[in-house]
C-alpha cells in the first residue's frame, strides 16, 4: 500500500537558519503530494501541495518540489521564524484522495 | 478560511462505556467527512469516510459496530466509541472536505479510556 516517511524529530533550529525536512513516499499510480502545518492547539492546516510530477509547491516561504525520480518531496525554508514552530506531516492522496499521512516533525525555532 | 471543531477536546472515561465525539464544519457544508486515529509519535490512520446521509466507509480493519459513525447534516459528523477499553485510547481527528477539495481538519480528541 501506500506510505510516506519523513524525517523523525524533534527538530530544533536558531532563527533566520535553513530548513529541511525530508519526505519520501512510496505509492502506485500518480498521488497528489501535500505538506501539512499543526501549530499548538489547533488543527493540521494545509501548508502547500503539488499534483503532478516537477511541480512545485509554496507558502509563506516554504517550497517543496514533487520529485518523481527519487520519490520525494522535501520541505524547505531559507529563513525560518519563531513563529515556524509546529509539527509537519507530508502526506499523499490516491485517486479516492484519501490520504496518507508521514510520523510528523515537530520543529521548533528558537530567538 | 474553514474552519471544523471537535467537542470534546479531550475525554476521559471508564472501561465499558460508550463516547460520542462532534465534529463540526462551522462556516461551510461538508458532504465528506474523514475520521482519524493518531497513536503518539505515529501517523494519523484513516479510520473512515463519512457522507451525509448515508453508511460511513469504514477502512481495512476498522470495528464499524464499535466505531459509529453518523453524518445526519452537512455539517455534523458524530464518532461514537462503544464499549471503550484501554486500547481505544487515543487522539481522534475529523477533517471536512470543503472547496477544491482541500480537507480541513478539526483539533482533535483525546480520549484516555480507564
Known amino acids: 500500500g501506500d506510505s510516506v516517511t519523513q524525517m523523525e524529530g524533534p527538530v530544533t533550529l536558531s532563527e533566520e537558519a535553513f530548513l529541511t525536512i525530508n519526505c519520501t513516499y512510496t505509492?502506485?499510480?500518480?498521488?497528489?503530494l501535500f505538506w501539512y502545518v499543526q501549530y499548538p492547539g489547533e488543527g493540521l492546516q494545509l501548508l502547500l501541495k503539488?499534483?503532478?510530477?516537477?511541480d512545485k509547491g509554496s507558502n509563506k516561504g516554504f517550497e517543496a518540489t514533487y520529485r518523481k525520480e527519487t520519490t520525494s518531496f522535501h520541505l524547505e525554508k531559507g529563513s525560518v521564524q519563531v513563529s515556524d514552530s509546529a509539527v509537519y506531516f507530508c502526506?499523499?492522496?490516491?485517486?479516492?484522495?484519501?490520504?496518507?499521512f508521514g510520523t510528523g516533525t515537530r520543529l521548533t525555532i528558537i530567538p | 478560511g474553514a474552519v471544523v471543531s471537535q467537542h470534546p477536546s479531550w475525554v476521559i472515561c471508564k472501561s465499558g462505556t460508550s463516547v460520542k465525539i462532534e465534529c463540526r464544519s462551522l462556516?461551510?457544508?461538508?458532504?465528506?467527512m474523514f475520521w482519524y486515529r493518531q497513536f503518539p509519535k505515529q501517523s494519523l490512520m484513516l479510520m473512515a469516510t463519512?457522507?451525509?446521509?448515508?453508511?460511513?466507509?469504514?477502512e481495512q480493519g476498522v470495528e464499524k459496530d464499535k466505531f459509529l459513525i453518523n453524518h445526519a447534516s452537512l455539517t455534523l459528523s458524530t464518532l461514537t466509541v462503544t464499549s471503550a477499553h484501554p486500547e481505544d485510547s487515543s487522539f481522534y481527528i475529523c477533517?471536512?472536505?470543503?472547496?477544491?477539495?482541500?480537507?480541513?481538519f478539526g483539533p482533535g480528541t483525546r480520549l484516555t479510556v480507564l
Open positions: 477533517s471536512a472536505r470543503g472547496v477544491a477539495d482541500t480537507q480541513y
Open positions: 505509492a502506485t499510480g500518480y498521488p497528489s
Open positions: 503539488a499534483t503532478k510530477a516537477d
Open positions: 502526506a499523499l492522496s490516491d485517486r479516492n484522495e484519501k490520504l496518507t
Open positions: 463519512s457522507n451525509e446521509g448515508s453508511k460511513a466507509t469504514y
Open positions: 462556516d461551510f457544508q461538508a458532504t465528506t
